[in-house]
C-alpha cells in the first residue's frame, strides 16, 4: 500500500493528513495522522472529504492566452512566460519597479511564498507584493508587532487545552477551526472546570461549548476588553511586578481605558450586554491565572481591528499572562499557511525572515540576498494595490492561488480594476474562478496532493506537504513559475534552485542571518538539510536556532522591541466604520460555513458537503422578518450603495436582532448574485489595511419574484453557469449524479419550453441519439414542466411555478441513475410528484454519513434519545469526523418543539 504523510490544504490549524493508494483499485483514500501533534488523527468534515477532490472539474491544464476577441487559447509555456517576462520587463523600463505587483495568498507554501518576496522585494526592487492575508490576519500581525516588537504568536494547542478559562472572541471556532474546537471539547470532557467564554454577536456552533456568551453589539470588542482592564485594575488583579520589569505604556493605557470605560454599567450600555453577565466575565478573567484569549475575524476584519487585538493584549500583558504554560492571547491562523507567508514576508510593509525596512533590516536582506535592488519602502497593501489596477499606477500584476474577484472587498469595483489593468497574469489549478474571467495569461498550477513544500499552522509548527499523485502534465508548481520569470528579468543565479528543499534550506539559513536572539523566528537549525532529511522532516515548531537552545518566545520575559520590554498601547475604542441609517437600518455580518471553504473550488464539488448549505442564504432574527416583511425559505434581496445580492432567509433567533449574517462563499461559479462582498465598502483600518468585512450597513427586502422553478442536470449538460439562465436568483447545487439548480425571477421567456429545447437541448459533451422531449404547459397559471429524455435516460427535468413551494427533489434525481425511465416515471415526472410516498431525510447534518435533520428527529422521537451518544450509536450521525456535534446537541434541544429550523428547505 502507498502512504504519504502530509498537512491538510484547508484552515490554520494543519492537520496531519495521511494519503494511502489501495493497491487492488488504485484509489485514494485520506485519515487524520494518529502522530500529528495539530490533530492526533482526528478530521473534520472538510479534512475528510480531501480523497473525493483529487480530481477538480474545470482543472487547468495548460497554460492560456486571452486572443483580441475574448477567447483563451491554449498554448505552451515558453510563449506564455515571454510573455509574462516581456511584459513586466517593458512596464518597469517604461514606469518603474513600483508600477508592477504580485498579489499572493495564505494557501501557497512557503518556497513559493519565499521565491515570489525575493524575486520583488530582493531582485525586481518593489515591495508592491501583498497576500490575502491582509484580508485575514493582518491586524493581528499589527497588533503583534505594536506589543511585541515582533509578530509572535506565544501560545501552543496544548497551552489552550491546559487552560482554565478559554475567551473564544469573533471566533466561530466549531466551524472555522474544527480540530482545535474537537480538542477543546475533548479536555473539557477530561476536565469539566474548564470553562469557556465566547464573545460573538451571533449564537453559534462553537456556543456550544460556553458557560457564558456574550452577543455583543457589532464591533464593540475594543471598549469591551478597555472594560476588562479596568475591572481588573478595580478588582487589584494586575500583576504589577511583571508590568515594572516588562512592559511599557502601562499608565498611559490604563487612562484611556478608564476614559472609554469608567465603569461597568457605561460598558454594559454600550455593548448592548447584559451587565451581569459582563460582571461574570471579568470576574472569571479576573480569578483564572490560566487564561487563553483566543481571536479572529470577528476582531481582526474591522477598520479598527489592531486597536482590538491590542486591547486584547493589553489584559494580558497587564495580568502577566504570557509567556507562561496554559496562558497567553491567541490570534488564530485562517489559512493553511498564513503563518507561513508571515514569515517570508509575504506582506506588503514586510522583508523576509520578520524583519522591517528598517535601514539595517533591509542592509541585512541585501547582503543576504547579494543584491543592490532591495526595496526601500512598504508597498501597497491589497485594498490599495487594486485601487493602484484602477487607476493607472499598476500596469501588471501577478495574482497566485487566490481569487481577488470574489474575496476583496468592492467586489464590482475590483472586477473594473482587473478588467482596467494590461497585463493580468494568474496562476491557478482552476480556470472557473470569478478572477480567472479578468485574466490575461492563466498558468497551470499544481496543488494539494501534487505540491512540494513546507506550511506553518497557527501553533508555529512546520509541516511537510508531500506530492503523492502526478500533476497534470503542463501544471507547474508556483515556485517553479515565479524563478521561471525571475530567470527571465536577468537574475538567474538567484532563482536558480533545483527543487522546493533548495528554497527550504536558503529560508532556513536566512532566518538564523545575524540573529543571534534579536529575531524571534530562527529555524537556522534546518539550513543543511538534505532532501532527504526535508522529506522526512517531523512537524516541529519555531523558534528552532542552530546555535544555541530553543526559547519559547516570551518565557524569559524578554519581547523583541528595541529596549526588549513589551508595550500596552492606549486604546480609544470605535464602532463600525458604516454608520446605520434609515436607508441603511441593518448590519450585515459574513463568514465561514462548516463544510465550505472560500470560493469553493475544492469544498463544492463534494456532493455531501453541498448538503448542510447548498443555497447562498441570510440568516435573520425573526423580530427583523417581521421588520421588514422577509419570510423564511423565501429570497431576499440586500444592498447598498454598492451593490446587491440575492440569498434565502433563514429564520434565525441566533441572529442578534439587527444583525444578518452571510456566509462568504458563494461566488458567480454557484450564484449569480450570491456574492456577499458586492456590499461591502473596502474601509480598512489604518495601521493594518485590513478591511472591514462584517459590519456593512444595508437594507434588506423581499425579492418579489413572480416565478420560481428548479431544474435537474446530468453531469454532461451541467457546465452551464449560473448566469446562464433567466432570473436574478440562479444557484449551481453539484449532486453526485446530477446537478440541480434553483431559480426565480420576476422576468421570464416568452416560452419557457421553447427556451429550454434551445439553451439545455445540447450536453457539453457529444451525445449521439435524437433527444425527445416529454413537457407540460398551463401558461395561464405559469406552470411549465418539461424533460429531456435520450434513449430512455433522462437528460434533465425544468419545472416552473408561479408560487415557491418547497419541492423533494430527491426522488427526481434519483431517476438519473435509471437506464431506462418506465412509463410510470415518466408520468411522475410530468406530474411533479412521485407515485410512491417516500422517506424524506430532511436537510443534512451529518455531511459523513448523509443523515437528515428529520432522520434524526424520528430516531430521537423514536428511541427517546437524549445525548449525543446514544444518537451517534443509534444513527452513525457524528461519529466521524464530530463536526455536526454542536448541531447535534441543539437539535437535542429543540427536540420537541417547532423551533430549530434554521435549513433550507
Ligand atoms: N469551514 C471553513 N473553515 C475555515 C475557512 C473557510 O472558508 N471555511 N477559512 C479559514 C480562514 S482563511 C479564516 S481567516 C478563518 C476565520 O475563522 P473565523 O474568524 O472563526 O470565521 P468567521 O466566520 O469569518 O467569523 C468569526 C465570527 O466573528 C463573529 N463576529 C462578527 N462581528 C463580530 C464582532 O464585532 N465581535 C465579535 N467578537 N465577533 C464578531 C461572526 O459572527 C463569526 O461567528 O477560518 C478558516 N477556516
Ligand atoms: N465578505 C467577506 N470576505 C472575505 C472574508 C470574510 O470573512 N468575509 N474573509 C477573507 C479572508 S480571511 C480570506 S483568507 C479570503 C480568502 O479568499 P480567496 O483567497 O480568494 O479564496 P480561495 O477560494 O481560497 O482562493 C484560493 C484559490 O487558489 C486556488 N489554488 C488552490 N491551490 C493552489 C495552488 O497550489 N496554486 C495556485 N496557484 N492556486 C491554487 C484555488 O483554486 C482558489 O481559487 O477571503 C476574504 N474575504
Ligand atoms: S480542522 Fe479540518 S480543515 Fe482544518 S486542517 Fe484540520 S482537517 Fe483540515
Ligand atoms: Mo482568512
Same mark, same amino acid.
Given at each position: ?16 493528513? *495521511? ?19 495539530? +490533530? ?91 497576500? +490575502? ?260 499606477? $499598476?500596469?501588471?500584476?501577478? $495574482? ?21 489593468? #494590461? ?52 501544471? !507547474? ?20 534552485? #533545483? ?15 545575524? +540573529? ?41 520575559? !524578554? ?47 463534494? #456532493? ?18 417581521? !421588520? ?104 449551481? *447545487? ?5 446537478? !440541480? ?81 418506465? #412509463? ?35 430516531? *430521537?422521537?423514536?428511541?427517546? $434519545? ?18 455536526? $456535534? ?20
Amino acid at each position: 500500500m502507498n502512504e504519504f504523510r502530509t498537512t491538510c490544504p484547508y484552515c490554520g490549524v494543519g492537520c496531519g493528513v *495521511i494519503a494511502r493508494q489501495d493497491d487492488a483499485s488504485g484509489q485514494w483514500s485520506v485519515a487524520g495522522d494518529k502522530e500529528h501533534p495539530a +490533530n492526533y488523527g482526528r478530521l473534520c468534515s472538510k479534512g475528510s472529504a480531501l480523497a473525493e477532490t483529487l480530481d477538480l472539474p474545470h482543472r487547468l491544464t495548460a497554460p492560456k492566452i486571452r486572443q483580441p476577441d475574448g477567447a483563451l487559447q491554449e498554448t505552451d509555456w515558453n510563449t506564455a512566460m515571454d510573455r509574462i517576462a516581456e511584459g513586466f520587463r517593458r512596464t518597469i523600463e517604461e514606469y518603474g519597479p513600483n508600477s508592477v505587483a504580485m498579489y499572493v495568498s495564505g494557501q501557497i507554501l512557503t518556497e513559493d511564498y519565499y521565491v515570489a518576496n525575493k524575486l520583488m522585494k530582493g531582485f525586481i526592487g518593489t515591495a508592491n507584493i501583498d497576500t +490575502n492575508s491582509r484580508l485575514c490576519m493582518s491586524s493581528a500581525v499589527a497588533a503583534h508587532n505594536r506589543a511585541f516588537g515582533a509578530d509572535t504568536v506565544p501560545v501552543s494547542y496544548d497551552d489552550l487545552e491546559q487552560a482554565d478559562l478559554v475567551v473564544l472572541t469573533g471566533s466561530n471556532t466549531a466551524w472555522a477551526h474544527p480540530v482545535v474546537f474537537q480538542r477543546l471539547v475533548a479536555a473539557k470532557e477530561r476536565r469539566p472546570e474548564m470553562t469557556f467564554v465566547v464573545i460573538d454577536p451571533r449564537r453559534t456552533a462553537t456556543c456550544d461549548i460556553a458557560d457564558l456568551h456574550l452577543p455583543l453589539a457589532p464591533g464593540t470588542d475594543a471598549l469591551l476588553f478597555n472594560g476588562l482592564l479596568v475591572a481588573l485594575a478595580q478588582a487589584g488583579k494586575l500583576d504589577m511586578d511583571f508590568v515594572h520589569h516588562h512592559v511599557d505604556g502601562f499608565d498611559e493605557t490604563l487612562a484611556a481605558a478608564r476614559h472609554d470605560a469608567p465603569d461597568i454599567e457605561t460598558v454594559a450600555q454600550r455593548c448592548g450586554l447584559p451587565q451581569a453577565d459582563l460582571e461574570r466575565f471579568f470576574d472569571l478573567f479576573a480569578k483564572t491565572e490560566r487564561t487563553v484569549t483566543l481571536w479572529s475575524q470577528g476582531l481582526n476584519q474591522s477598520a479598527s481591528g489592531t486597536d482590538k487585538g491590542n486591547a486584547l493584549i493589553n489584559c494580558h500583558l497587564a495580568t502577566g499572562r504570557i509567556g507562561k504554560p496554559a496562558m497567553g492571547p491567541f490570534s488564530i491562523t485562517g489559512q493553511p499557511n498564513a503563518m507561513g507567508g508571515r514569515e517570508v514576508g509575504g506582506l506588503a510593509n514586510q522583508l523576509a525572515a520578520h524583519q522591517g525596512f528598517t535601514p539595517a533590516d533591509i542592509d541585512r536582506v541585501a547582503r543576504f540576498w547579494q543584491s543592490d535592488r532591495v526595496a526601500r519602502a512598504p508597498g501597497l497593501k491589497a485594498v490599495d494595490m487594486f485601487k493602484g489596477l484602477q487607476d493607472g499606477h $499598476i500596469k501588471a500584476i501577478w $495574482i497566485v492561488a487566490t481569487n481577488p474577484a470574489f474575496s476583496l472587498p468592492n467586489a464590482n469595483q475590483v472586477r473594473a480594476a482587473l478588467a482596467a489593468c #494590461p497585463l493580468v497574469v494568474l496562476s491557478e489549478c482552476v480556470e472557473n474562478t470569478d478572477t480567472a474571467a479578468f485574466a490575461d495569461i492563466l498558468l497551470p498550477a499544481t496543488t494539494w496532493g501534487e505540491r512540494d513544500g513546507t506550511v506553518t499552522n497557527s501553533e508555529r509548527r512546520i509541516t511537510r506537504q508531500l506530492p503523492f499523485i502526478a500533476p497534470p502534465t503542463q501544471a !507547474r508548481h508556483d515556485w517553479q513559475m515565479i524563478c521561471e520569470l525571475g530567470r527571465r528579468l536577468g537574475f538567474a543565479q538567484a532563482f536558480d534552485y #533545483p527543487d522546493s528543499a533548495a528554497i527550504f534550506r536558503e529560508y532556513a539559513a536566512m532566518t538564523g542571518f545575524e +540573529n543571534a536572539g534579536s529575531r524571534d523566528l530562527d529555524i537556522s537549525a534546518f539550513a543543511q538539510l538534505d532532501k532527504a532529511a526535508y522529506d522526512a522532516l517531523e512537524p516541529s515548531r519555531w523558534p528552532q536556532p542552530a546555535d544555541r537552545p530553543a526559547v519559547e518566545p516570551f518565557s524569559d520575559g !524578554r519581547f523583541f522591541t528595541p529596549n526588549g520590554r513589551a508595550r500596552m498601547i492606549p486604546i480609544h475604542a470605535k464602532g463600525p466604520a458604516s454608520p446605520l441609517n434609515p436607508a441603511h437600518p441593518l448590519r450585515l455580518n459574513t463568514g465561514r460555513l462548516r463544510d465550505q471553504w472560500h470560493g469553493m473550488t475544492r469544498t463544492g464539488i463534494v #456532493p455531501r458537503l453541498m448538503t448542510h448549505f447548498s443555497e447562498p442564504t441570510v440568516s435573520v432574527h425573526p423580530s427583523d422578518a417581521a !421588520r421588514f416583511k422577509l419570510r423564511g425559505h423565501q429570497i431576499a434581496r440586500l444592498g447598498n450603495a454598492h451593490g446587491i445580492a440575492y440569498a434565502r432567509v433563514l429564520l434565525d433567533d441566533n441572529q442578534r436582532p439587527g444583525s444578518l449574517f452571510m456566509p462568504l462563499h458563494w461566488n458567480h461559479a454557484y450564484a449569480r448574485h450570491g456574492l456577499v462582498n458586492a456590499l461591502v465598502n473596502g474601509v480598512v483600518d489604518p495601521v493594518s489595511g485590513q478591511p472591514e468585512f462584517k459590519t456593512m450597513a444595508v437594507w434588506a427586502e423581499p425579492y418579489p419574484a413572480r416565478w420560481f422553478g428548479f431544474a435537474l442536470l446530468a453531469p454532461e449538460f451541467a457546465d452551464r453557469t449560473p448566469t446562464d439562465w433567466p432570473g436574478d436568483y440562479a444557484v449551481t *447545487i453539484p449532486g453526485a449524479n446530477h446537478h !440541480r439548480i434553483e431559480l426565480a425571477g420576476v422576468d421570464s421567456p416568452d416560452d419557457w419550453l421553447d427556451w429550454a429545447k434551445q439553451q439545455l437541448s445540447t450536453p457539453q459533451t457529444e451525445g449521439d441519439a435524437t433527444p425527445q422531449w416529454i413537457e407540460f404547459a398551463d401558461p395561464g397559471s405559469g406552470r411549465f414542466r418539461i424533460a429531456q429524455i435520450r434513449q430512455g435516460r433522462l437528460d434533465w427535468v425544468l419545472h416552473v411555478t408561479p408560487d415557491s413551494r418547497a419541492v423533494d427533489t430527491d426522488w427526481l434525481a434519483g431517476l438519473f441513475a435509471e437506464d431506462e425511465l418506465s #412509463p410510470a416515471m415518466l408520468a411522475d415526472l410530468m406530474a411533479g410528484k412521485p407515485a410512491g410516498v417516500q422517506d424524506d431525510r430532511g436537510p443534512i447534518i451529518c455531511a459523513c454519513f448523509s443523515i437528515g435533520r428529520n432522520s434524526l428527529l424520528k430516531a *430521537i422521537a423514536d428511541e427517546g $434519545i437524549t445525548d449525543v451518544k446514544t444518537l451517534g450509536e443509534c444513527t452513525q450521525a457524528g461519529t466521524n469526523c464530530g463536526s455536526c $456535534i454542536p448541531e447535534l446537541k441543539l437539535l437535542l434541544q429543540t427536540a420537541g418543539t417547532t423551533a430549530g429550523s434554521k435549513e433550507p428547505a
